[in-house]
């Protein structure tokens, strides 16, 4: 198949590419920045431009939506909804004009409850933040699109926090706290996280191009799940890095300083390594049930021990 991978010039993206080159599909990717690693293979563009949205998809049969501002600090705030759901209209729009009947979307978790106790494809929805709401928002634009055609598929994945080499992400920055000795505990641990492997995510990504025309819900984590505390613990040991002598703040304690550097960061205009939001997020519960990706039988390469382990020899 002949496929467009809109956002493929990111982390995510550039692993799915290569999957999905390997299995011996073509591939485009539309993105605003050159993929390092597909140079040739990127069509430089912005989802907010509809019309371009349209050229790109001339000759396409599968389109995955990667997409997204996603950051905790976006600023204004409004990109979040003229990217997440305007760019989720413009795909829709392009994707009628060239009459493609399958869209894979990543959406995300945060589209759940933060601190919910565990979560379900059939799980209450309350975004606690603008990225899950718009998010949110996209996904309705998409399951319209899927209502007003016929022998349309539409595969909305929700993944948890994905990891692996390359990613500079939240799971990076722990094992560089680590590795520096700077790491200190918020809370007790004991909050569980769901975690997805990128090597184990762009696999079942490939493979949700075969599904049957149909929508489909699918939350993605790998398990089981680890506790914040094991999963210190086993990046401790991979490092050689001494668990002796952690030093643990105590949650409340560690949300105020999380608004001092929130003050601190709006009035230096300045994105800070620490806010509340993220200490709210490092010690929630994330545990997602992935019932509807255990029917599928779908098999991980990799165990989360796997990966982490292949991402800390990489760095």
Avoid at 221 to 250: M, R, Y
Wanted: with cysteine; hydrophobic share 40%.
């Amino acid at each position: 198949m002949k496929c467009l991978i809109v956002g493929g010039s990111g982390f995510v993206g550039t692993r799915l590419v290569g999957t999905l080159l390997k299995a011996g599909h073509k591939v485009q990717i539309y993105d605003k920045v050159k993929s390092e690693a597909y140079p040739s293979l990127t069509i430089i563009g912005d989802v907010r431009k509809k019309e371009d949205l349209v050229k790109a998809l001339d000759g396409i049969d599968i389109v995955y939506m990667l997409a997204a501002e996603h950051r905790d600090d976006v600023s204004p705030v409004s990109l979040y909804y003229d990217v997440n759901v305007g760019g989720a209209e413009n795909l829709t729009y392009a994707t009628e004009h060239n009459n493609i009947k399958k869209i894979i979307f990543i959406s995300s978790v945060a589209v759940y409850p933060l601190n919910a106790k565990s979560t379900k494809e059939d799980s209450i929805v309350a975004p606690f933040n603008d990225y899950g709401k718009s998010k949110l928002q996209a996904e309705k634009v998409f399951c319209e699109w899927y209502k007003r055609g016929k022998d349309r598929a539409l595969i909305i994945v929700r993944p948890s926090v994905i990891f692996g080499e390359n990613n500079i992400g939240n799971v990076f920055n722990l094992i560089d706290q680590i590795r520096k000795k700077r790491f200190f505990m918020v809370g007790n641990g004991k909050n569980k996280k769901s975690m997805a492997y990128i090597g184990n995510i762009t696999k079942f990504l490939m493979d949700c191009a075969d599904l049957p025309v149909s929508l489909q819900l699918i939350n993605y984590a790998d398990k089981p799940d680890l506790s914040t505390k094991e999963l210190v613990g086993f990046l401790q040991t991979k490092l050689g890095v001494k668990s002796e002598g952690n030093i643990t703040i105590p949650y409340t304690l560690g949300l105020v300083a999380g608004y001092f550097f929130d003050v601190l960061a709006l009035v230096s205009g300045k994105k800070l390594p620490l806010s509340s939001v993220r200490i709210k997020k490092f010690c929630a519960s994330t545990v997602v049930e992935t019932k509807n990706l255990q029917s599928m039988r779908f098999k991980a390469p990799y165990t989360i021990e796997d990966g982490l382990s292949r991402m800390i020899d990489s760095m």
